[in-house]
């Protein structure tokens, strides 16, 4: 099984091609070790015996030059015996070696190779090679295969310079491999291959690491054909870097944090051969990491300039070491600097991180920098937390990650600031004087790690550090109680845990004095209001709780709890009432309000209401100006992995998917990204997905693959996951795995939530194609199964288009709900059978407030239902509109269903064209017209006449017709007969 090489094998089976038919070529395929030359070489080996060629394989071997032509002798005598290949076969080489003594002497049983100082010799032998490569592929084609020509003797290197040259009109292929990392600058196979590249014959084929969903898919392949965890992949694939033959080895010990010892050997021999003064420095370079600066490593090693500087020349000749940035160098591969250190003893180990801490610690100094500017703050803090920690200074380690979490919140890079500061707490306990060290108390430095983790989008992790800060904590504090119980509610509501979180806010609030006002209690009452919108008893309570948290606010001066409670209210508003010019100026002053503040959790939340308005609204142009200015705001702060920073991204990204400008959606979506291993980039992920399935992209079914192990932990990533993998298997015609996810997504959205009304509008698409083909084929009990279960679905859309969470109130809905809801409707119609035009024109007029897609799909049905009722030229209009839309937004499934449509109900312009090409073959089906054509595809389904009737807008006496006249032309007198032969012809 070939997996992500199709491109490669295809230009090396294309060689073959070209040889077969008298143009001989070389392929030379190069790289790393372990990257899958040999396998990919076993397929073509394959591939060709299967095309009839005659297969010539050798291998050099790391003998020096002591054995000259030993791939060639390789390759004779192994196809001398090879059992694949036919006795006729065997016995034509046989015969063509032993008119040619100079070839036979090189096979174990003969004489030895001739002098190679001997330039008739050597003449011999290369004419004699050509010879038989020419007589050979007189009978068939031959492929020869030299593989690792790194190890190639210079006899090899010569006959490999004079095939390729002299190759021309011979049916051979000859394909060489070699190792690009053993490649240094002076190996004498470097120049070869620059020469050979430059010929017109001559072809590179680069095999490169694997891509993450690659890596998913050979894991898969190697174990029980299940797909494993996604975190197991996603740290298979960081550590291989994409190698199949690492990633193979890091998979069998997948209970194992060592290195195999079987590729820690194979990595370190390539070390071995180094001098002794570059096996010292690779292994300084080894302790500093995959990346470490030229004067640091000089520093560390202890070698003179002139010495660390001709054992890096040699390192980066090896490969082992490659130049990075400006005066840097990195690990030609992460495993091989794993390999390194884990050969380190402990003691060797431990000094050579000392003397790296004690660099970083000067380069802290204000008053002297010994290193380069890239060392110094904030960089030195992390590296010095890092060297003392490995050294076991746990005072200097602890110091250091303070200030390095410090660092790292200042340059926008909250996951980094969690882990120093999570390094810290862990430290807290075994350093003298922490609180004096660190410059701060245990529970501010808990308050920024938990800060961190919330601007990281790890919410829960925030959580942990909440619950844990409470049993830190004197029970006496209320204050601090209150502060850290309102923190907790905050993010267990976003984390949709809505009676946790009304609880803790509770309480928080009952642990604050009423009066007189404060910032405590202005903080705890937004966020306490915030909760009872997530709490349908006591929903009609929000308006008088926001007024008293918009009194207290102004009045203790927190303009971030002033800005919280405005949302708070206008959601409230925009839920009952619908939008109006209050709602509009209760999010911008929140938004103005929110930008005064500290409070980057509120800002965002204003950021984000403000924008969305609009964009529910159809308000296009407003909105996405609005959410260009919210993005912008998001990464100048870090804060694109919060919460609302997330949904921001999203906004933006949706906005430009409405609006048709898929080439800006899709230049947004590359920032999400398919490997995932958290909640929160599976989430960023699933976004992508509307373009990826909307396009037919071979991406959507890599995403969910990605996805998968994570969508049953998140409410909303269920809901936009699998909701789109429902959309996608809708197109791809499974209709119950659609409704498979489609259930799921409902059972976890609360019955007024109208974000259902998409997920329900799918599900009556699949019911209502059930309905469809049970009508054709006369199945009662399916089509009033379907029926049934249309009605329920839209009695579910129904309710949450007219309920807020409390039930109390009528829903507003904007401009796509309402489409949604329209959408529906049609397609529950249609499971019905009583759909009409003015149903779908309806739907397709309310997706036009800006929707292209959208409109585009919806001028789908409508032009089906039009061809049904027999208005052609209505139908071709709106036909030709949608497939306008689809070919410019490159939306594959659509446009492969409106070409369907055109070819059914006859809407294409370019029937003579079609008729031609139906005709012109002079085949048995030639004397069929291109309607005829379309009748049979159906009679060889199986279909009666009324189901062809209905699948291409005639009458079931027409259908008949033509079924009489195929039947005719085609001289058989039965519809099985038919059927028999038009799958004879494939049609």
Request: glycine share 8%; aromatic share 6%; with cysteine.
């Amino acid at each position: 099984m070939l997996i992500g090489r199709k491109a490669q094998f295809g230009s090396l089976t294309a060689a073959l091609e070209r040889a077969k038919a008298g143009h001989a070529g070389v392929v030379l395929v190069g790289g790393d070790a372990g990257v899958g030359k040999t396998h990919l070489v076993a397929e073509l080996t394959a591939a060709a015996r299967e095309r009839g060629f005659a297969v010539l394989t050798g291998q050099c071997a790391a003998l020096g030059e002591s054995m000259p032509y030993l791939p060639l002798a390789d390759a004779l005598w192994t196809a001398l015996r090879d059992p694949h290949s036919a006795a006729d076969e065997r016995a034509a080489l046989e015969e063509a070696l032993a008119g040619r003594p100079v070839l036979r002497r090189l096979l174990p049983d003969g004489e030895g190779a001739p002098d190679e100082a001997s330039d008739l010799g050597r003449q011999q032998l290369l004419g004699a090679t050509l010879a038989l490569l020419g007589e050979l592929g007189g009978q068939r084609p031959v492929l020869l295969v030299l593989e690792d020509l790194h190890w190639a003797d210079r006899s090899t290197r010569n006959l490999l310079v004079f095939l390729s040259r002299v190759l021309q009109r011979e049916r051979v292929c000859l394909v060489g491999t070699y190792r690009t990392d053993d490649l240094h600058r002076r190996h004498p196979l470097r120049p070869v291959v620059a020469e050979l590249l430059r010929l017109p014959n001559v072809t590179a084929v680069e095999l490169k690491p694997f891509r993450p969903g690659e890596t998913a898919e050979y894991l898969t392949s190697l174990g029980t054909g299940r797909k494993p965890p996604a975190d197991l992949v996603e740290r298979v694939h960081r550590r291989s870097e994409g190698n199949p033959f690492y990633a193979a080895e890091l998979f069998a010990a997948v209970d194992d944090d060592e290195l195999p010892s079987a590729l820690a050997d194979l990595l370190l021999a390539r070390v071995e051969r180094l001098s002794e003064d570059a096996q010292h420095v690779v292994r300084v370079a080894a302790v500093a990491g995959r990346r470490v600066d030229d004067e640091l490593l000089r520093r560390v090693s202890g070698l003179s300039e002139d010495t660390a500087g001709e054992a890096l020349r040699e390192m980066v000749s090896h490969q082992l070491l490659v130049p990075s940035g400006m005066a840097g160098y990195a690990f030609r591969h992460a495993l091989l600097r794993e390999a390194v250190y884990g050969d380190l003893l402990p003691g060797e180990r431990t000094r050579l991180h000392r003397a790296f801490a004690a660099q970083f610690l000067e380069a802290l100094s204000p008053t002297e920098a010994p290193v380069p500017e890239g060392n110094r703050t904030p960089r030195a803090a992390a590296e010095l937390a890092y060297h003392s920690m490995a050294a076991h200074d746990l005072p200097t380690a602890f110091a250091a990650s303070v200030r390095a979490g410090q660092a790292a919140e200042r340059m926008g890079a909250p996951d980094e600031a969690h882990e120093h500061y999570d390094r810290a707490l862990s430290l807290w306990d075994s350093v003298p004087d922490a609180e004096e060290s660190a410059g701060m108390s245990r529970v501010d430095l808990e308050w920024s790690a938990v800060r961190s983790s919330a601007r990281a989008g790890e919410l829960r992790r925030a959580v942990q550090r909440l619950r844990r800060l409470l049993t830190l904590i004197d029970p006496d504090n209320k204050a601090l109680g209150a502060e850290v119980r309102e923190r907790l509610a905050y993010y267990l509501h976003e984390l949709d845990r809505l009676d946790e979180s009304r609880a803790m806010a509770q309480e928080a609030l009952d642990l604050t004095p009423v009066e007189p006002p404060t910032p405590a209690r202005a903080r705890v009452l937004a966020t306490y209001v915030r909760t009872l919108l997530g709490t349908p008893e006591r929903y009609d309570e929000v308006p008088a709780m926001a007024e008293e948290t918009l009194r207290v606010a102004r009045a203790a001066d927190v303009p971030s709890a002033e800005a919280a409670a405005l949302i708070s209210l206008g959601l409230y508003i925009e839920a009952t009432r619908g939008p109006g010019p209050e709602v509009t100026r209760a999010y911008s002053d929140a938004v103005r309000l929110a930008r005064a503040s500290s409070n980057m959790q509120v800002a965002l939340r204003a950021f984000y209401t403000e924008a969305r308005l609009p964009y529910e609204m159809g308000e296009l142009a407003k909105a996405r100006e609005l959410a260009d200015e919210a993005v912008r705001f998001t990464l100048d702060n870090g804060l694109d992995w919060a919460t609302y920073g997330i949904n921001l991204r999203f906004l933006q990204f949706l906005i430009a998917y409405t609006e048709g400008d898929w080439e800006r959606a899709g230049q947004i979506a590359d920032g999400f990204g398919i490997r995932v291993a958290r909640d929160v980039e599976a989430i960023v992920s699933a976004y992508a997905l509307f373009l990826d399935v909307a396009q037919g992209s071979a991406c959507a079914t890599q995403r969910l693959q990605w996805i998968e192990p994570l969508w049953d932990g998140d409410q909303w990533l269920i809901y936009v996951a699998r909701g789109l993998a429902a959309e996608q298997r809708m197109w791809e015609g499974d209709d119950a795995g659609a409704l498979e996810h489609v259930a799921t997504v409902l059972a976890h959205c609360g019955p007024a939530n109208t974000g259902v009304i998409r997920i329900v509008a799918v599900g009556l698409w699949a019911h209502a194609d059930r309905a469809v083909r049970a009508r054709r084929t006369g199945d009662a009990a399916a089509e009033a199964a379907a029926r049934a279960a249309a009605d329920d679905l839209l009695a579910r859309a129904r309710f949450a288009a007219t309920h807020t969470p409390d039930g109390q109130h009528d829903a507003w809905m904007g401009a796509e709900g309402h489409a949604w809801l329209a959408r529906a409707e049609a397609e529950w119609r249609r499971a019905h059978g009583t759909d009409e035009p003015r149903h779908w024109r309806a739907v397709r007029d309310l997706f036009d407030y800006g929707f292209v897609y959208e409109v585009a799909r919806s001028r789908w049905r409508l032009a089906e239902s039009l061809a049904e009722r027999g208005d052609r030229d209505a139908a071709a209009a709106e036909w030709r509109a949608g497939i306008a839309d689809a070919e410019r937004l490159g939306a594959r499934p659509l446009l492969r269903v409106l070409h369907d449509l055109g070819s059914r109900a006859r809407l294409s312009e370019d029937r003579a064209r079609a008729t031609a090409g139906a005709g012109g073959n002079g085949g048995p089906l030639s004397a069929l017209t291109s309607r005829e054509r379309e009748v049979l595809k159906l009679v060889a389904k199986g279909m009666g006449n009324k189901e062809i009737a209905a699948t291409l807008f005639i009458s079931p006496k027409t259908a008949s017709v033509h079924v009489s006249n195929i039947l005719a032309k085609l001289n058989v007198t039965s519809r099985t007969q038919a059927a028999a032969l038009a799958h004879r012809e494939n049609l």
